[in-house]
Every structure is written in C-alpha cells, then in structure tokens.
C-alpha cells in the first residue's frame, strides 16, 4: 500500500488533471446546446428575416436546429477515427495541444454568429467542435491509462468520465437564464468552451510525454525514465520500464497495426468485439434519452423549475462518479459494469410503470427516484468503464487503431439514438424506455459471458488472457511467431512451420540413409521463421 501511496504525485495528478480539461470540454458542448435552444431558434428567424423579409416555416427551423444538434456527432464520428493517426505521428501530449486549436476556431464560429447575422457559422462551430471532441474521446484515456501506474488505473481511468459528467453540469448551470443562457448573452455561452483550450495549452508543455509513447514509438529509453522518475516520485521505475521493454520486444515481432489489420487479424477480434460492444452498452442503455425526458418527467411530478431538478440529476451524476472512481480497484471493472448495466434495466422498468400510471400522484415521485437511480447506475459502470477499458485490451501496437474504432462506434450510436430518440417517443410513448431495458438485458447476458477482469493486470496478461501474447514468450528466444502479437496475415506465416514439421518427419524416416542436402532440408523453413519473428 506504501509503494501504491508514493506512485501518486502531485506531478502525475497534474498531468492527470490537465488531461481531464479535454473531457470536461466534451461534457460542456454536450450539454451546451440543450439551455439557449429556444433563443437560436428565435436567432434562426431573425436571421431568416433578415435575409428573406418573411419568418422561418416551422418545418425550416427545426431541421436548421436538428442538424446545429446533430452535426455535433458528425465531427464526433470523424474525429474519433483520427485518433491513432494523430497518437502515433505527433505523440499523445502534442496531439492534445494541437486538437486544442480546433477549439478556438469552433468556439469563435459560434460566438461570432450573432455578429455576423450567420446560423451557418453555428452549424459550421458545431461541426469543429465535434471534431475536436471526437478526437479528446481518444487521446484522454490513453493519455491516463499510459501515464498511470498499473494499480491504480482503473481508478484514475474514470477521471475521463468525471470530467465529461463535470462538464456537462457546468453547461447546465451556466445556462440557467439568470447567468449566460439570456437573449443577449448565449453566444457567450456557446464560446466560453474557448477558455478551457487555452488553459490546456497553457498547463500541457509542463506535462510528460506518455512514458510508453517514447519507449516504445520513439525508442527514448532516457527520456521514458526521466518521466516516469517524476511521475512515480522515486528512481526505481525499473519494474515499469521491464514492462513497457517486454511490450516493444513483442512489438518488434509485429508489424504495425492499422485500422484494417485490427479487423482482420483473428487475434484481435475477441477484444475488439468486446470494446465495441462494451461503447455499444454505453449508448444504447439509453441515458441521453433520460436525460432529454428528465425535464418532462420532473415536470409532470409538479416541480415548478424543472430545469433545477435536471441540475440535481446532473450532481447525482458527478457524485456516482466519484463513488466509481474509489470502487473500480476494489470491486473490479466487469462486477461494477454488470452491476450498473442490471440496476439500469430495473430502473427503466420502474420509469416505465411509473410514467404509464402517472395519475396516481405518487408515481410522479417514484419517476424522479427512478432517474435519480438510472442516473447513477449508469455512472457506477457503464459511463466509466468503456472509455478505459479499451485501453486496457489492447497492447501498445494496436492501441490507438483500437480506440479509434471504438470511438467511432459509440460516437456513431450516439447520433443514432440523438436522431431516432424523439421519433420514438411520438411513436412509443412511455413504453420507449422498454427498449432500452431489452438493450440493457443483452449488454448483461454479453459482459457476464464475454468480458474478462482487467483489475490489477499489466497489459501484457490482459493480452495474454486472449491468448496474444503468452508469459514465456518474453523469455523463450525460440518462441513460435504464431504467439507474436498481431500477424497481418496470419494464414502466411504459419506455412513456414508446417513445411518445416514434415520436413523434421521426413528427416526423422530417412535418418539411415541421410545426406547432406537432406540434413539442410528442414533448416530451410526455420530461417524463413526466424525472419518472420523479428
């Protein structure tokens, strides 16, 4: 416990903060958008006015604001699938420095709009700044989990998580209509994500590179020290460096992993199944949905400020996530994402019955606890867990193709559910919350059967729990290649050995009679072997 306690410095925390900026600018614009909705639509008038002398048709507005909301996403889905691209030419810090500057740009745009008289400059802001976001979704938690030592990753893992469910409640108070959600001040609104960005470009140059990136990338062995010396606190990082030396020996028998390597190397697929899925659950439990119901919920309840209930369901939301940040080391990341995936399904059944007999007074109150309790659930497992654990399952080769995919998944079903939400509740009504219940219900049957525990694990074992890289392999030099992390084409390399089995067979029937090209016979393939395993 000693060790663990001297592993947590101020430095690594402030690393570790500086980082987090980037996810609570994703919490910000995320919930952003939802306080001055009415005020950009009136902008969406005024501006249509200007131009054309006649009122915005209803019809026009709305599709004006679905796609200002939605276009959000669409920088999202991009961005996160520039992740690994970015990671591995500039380096996680420099990437987060220079993503930063796509935060100015977007939240100029949209500052400037009023002045400007332009809704496209809004639309044009969202989109820069769904791009930038899309690309933080990657580069913060693989920035945590390779700064953080191997006991405690979990637990600062679900700083990504903290800083997004942050972000979001400092959006919604600062968009309370007394602060910056007026008439006058909600282009303010929309640009303040700027001062964020410029507070992390300011703190980032006093910040480590990621240890592993110059280690293993970059082969700066001096260097990798020098910043795990500082982050740990103390000079013997030896037993870090051993592991991050076994990672690029292994990387060494391995090319380089792409995006569609990953898909097609069958070594991979299991994990990669398991982290697409895993952001799948995250989505598709339905939490943006109850979020965006909240308000009618706390509403019909007789609440005569909806909106200070939604805030209180927002610090419901930061307090489970906290509580999950001390509980992760502990209870381990598969027993609390079942646990959260299993007390949402519960919770979306209690909604449900209770928004279908919301005449009965009390069921009001039994809806807002049934929020409060989804809200919570969500943030114990499912909120926290996908984001890291991604990183977890995969080594350093394939890690940043590997969280660019998952990304791209959950930013993807997350437009999905935005565009499709409210069609839904026209169609289904209360009912639409049974939906989410039978998603929640899979994602439980899929986690229980399918998601290992990564507690406490270095990320070679949680390798070589996939059966990728073995524990001897670092120390057995005559370790077949088919054990090597990620062959791009694994039918290929495994010729070599079969040609030189039946040639030791064929070697072995003839050992009477054995000549000296017969002897050299089964070398042959060896070679080829050995070169494939470099």
Request: glycine share 8%; hydrophobic share 50%; proline share 6%.
């Amino acid at each position: 416990m000693e060790g663990q306690e001297k592993q947590v410095t101020g430095y690594l925390l402030f690393s570790l903060t500086t980082a987090v900026i980037g996810s609570l600018q994703f919490g910000y614009n995320t919930g952003v958008i939802n306080a001055p909705e009415q005020k950009l639509r009136s902008f969406f008038n005024d501006t249509w006015m200007e131009r054309y002398g006649e009122p915005i048709s209803p019809g026009v507005c709305t599709i004006v604001w679905s796609i200002a909301v939605a276009i959000f996403s669409v920088g999202g889905m991009v961005g996160s699938f520039s992740v690994g691209v970015m990671a591995n030419r500039f380096g996680r810090r420099r990437s987060m420095f220079l993503v930063n500057s796509l935060a100015v740009i977007g939240g100029l745009l949209m500052g400037l709009s009023t002045i400007c008289s332009s809704y496209e400059m809004i639309i044009a802001g969202r989109l820069v700044i769904g791009l930038f976001c899309g690309l933080f979704t990657g580069l913060t938690p693989m920035y945590v989990g390779e700064v953080s030592p191997t006991p405690l990753r979990g637990a600062f893992g679900t700083l990504h998580q903290l800083g997004v469910v942050v972000g979001i409640l400092i959006a919604q108070i600062f968009g309370l209509e007394f602060l910056l959600g007026s008439k006058k001040l909600w282009p303010l609104l929309l640009a303040l994500t700027v001062a964020p960005a410029v507070l992390q470009c300011i703190m980032l140059p006093f910040c480590p590179e990621s240890p592993r990136f110059l280690l293993i990338n970059l082969k700066q062995e001096e260097q990798a020290r020098k910043a795990l010396v500082r982050l740990r606190g103390t000079e013997d990082v030896s037993k870090d460096l051993q592991e991050m030396k076994e990672e690029s020996a292994k990387m060494a028998q391995e090319k380089k992993v792409t995006i569609a390597e990953l898909f097609r190397s069958a070594s991979y697929r299991q994990p990669l199944l398991i982290a697409v899925m895993l952001q799948l659950s995250q989505q598709l439990s339905g939490i943006n949905a109850v979020f965006y119901y909240s308000t009618g919920i706390f509403g019909t309840a007789g609440v005569k400020e909806p909106i200070y209930a939604t805030i209180g369901a927002g610090i419901v939301n930061t307090i489970f996530t906290v509580v999950s940040l001390f509980l992760v080391e502990k209870a381990g990341r598969r027993t609390l994402h079942l646990l959260g995936l299993g007390g949402m399904a519960v919770s979306a059944v209690i909604m449900t019955v209770s928004l279908l007999l919301k005449n009965i007074p009390a069921m009001s109150y039994v809806a807002i606890l049934a929020v409060m309790l989804f809200v919570a659930m969500f943030e114990l497992g499912p909120g926290p867990i996908p984001w890291f654990i991604v990183a977890e399952l995969f080594s350093q080769g394939p890690r940043p193709a590997a969280m660019a995919v998952a990304g791209c998944c959950n930013w993807t079903a997350n437009f999905l559910v935005g565009m499709s939400f409210p069609k839904l509740v026209e169609l289904c009504g209360p009912w639409v919350f049974l939906i989410f219940t039978a998603f929640l219900i899979i994602f439980f049957i899929f986690t229980f059967i399918t998601v290992p525990e990564t507690k406490g694990k270095t990320f070679e074992e949680i390798a070589a729990g996939f059966g990728r890289a073995p524990a001897a392999a670092s120390s057995s030099p005559e370790a077949p290649p088919t054990d090597a992390a990620v062959p791009s084409s694994p039918e290929k390399e495994k010729v070599p050995l079969v040609e030189g089995k039946a040639a030791a067979t064929e070697a072995a029937a003839s050992a009477a009679s054995t000549s000296p090209a017969a002897e050299t016979t089964p070398l042959e393939p060896n070679k080829g072997e050995n070169v494939e395993q470099v």
